[in-house]
């Protein structure tokens, strides 16, 4: 996939950020194959019969977008920097908040003595995801970065070198360093 004209979408990020509505409306079309594209990518890893689609997701992201209001738009990298983080939170709070319904969130409620019972086990890896992200973010913030470019946004390596404006040698090595690192801190959670 093949990124929309650095030039045009910083030129449009600007004016929007400086109060162009009509910029908004040739930005998106310049984007949205992006986000539809890193949406895809982010979703490839959900279980079947997920209730949050892909379409959803970026509409989603597009809204809190367009809600962010004043944002300082540098380019972009920025652009997509923000996109990944909003796609990542709205991926992180949908499965919490499928945790909070899965531990009866809003369920009549019943004595244990009464309850049958049941043994269900939560699909809690996203979130563990989220909390591993956090602590390497900790350690290494750009590998944090590293992971939810590529992650959550969808990019390749090459873009995620562009947005983060280190060489891709350095993605390779981040990002080869970050899933160790995360695979060794999800092992120890299980």
């Given at each position: ?8 979408v910083t030129q449009l990020l600007k004016a929007w950020t400086a109060g162009d509505e009509e910029a908004l409306g040739k930005l998106t079309p310049l984007v ?94 996203l979130v563990a995801l989220d909390y591993a992200l956090r602590s390497l973010a900790s350690v290494d913030e750009r590998k944090s970065k590293v992971v939810e ?42």
């Amino acid at each position: 996939m093949v990124l929309p004209p650095s030039h045009e979408v910083t030129q449009l990020l600007k004016a929007w950020t400086a109060g162009d509505e009509e910029a908004l409306g040739k930005l998106t079309p310049l984007v949205y194959e992006q986000l539809h594209e890193a949406a895809r990518r982010s979703m490839a890893g959900e279980r079947s019969g997920h209730t949050l689609q892909t379409t959803a997701l970026v509409n989603e992201v597009y809204l809190r977008l367009v809600d962010c209001g004043k944002v300082n738009w540098q380019d972009r990298a920025h652009f997509f920097a923000v996109s990944a983080q909003l796609m990542r939170r709205i991926l992180i709070d949908f499965a919490r908040s499928r945790g909070y319904q899965k531990r009866g969130g809003g369920a009549f409620q019943m004595s244990l003595d009464d309850a049958p019972p049941v043994s269900v086990q939560p699909d809690a890896d996203l979130v563990a995801l989220d909390y591993a992200l956090r602590s390497l973010a900790s350690v290494d913030e750009r590998k944090s970065k590293v992971v939810e470019l590529r992650f959550f946004g969808g990019l390749s390596i090459e873009e995620t070198a562009e947005v983060l404006r280190i060489s891709v040698e350095t993605v390779v090595r981040d990002w080869r360093l970050a899933k160790a690192w995360l695979l060794r801190e999800l092992s120890e959670g299980t």
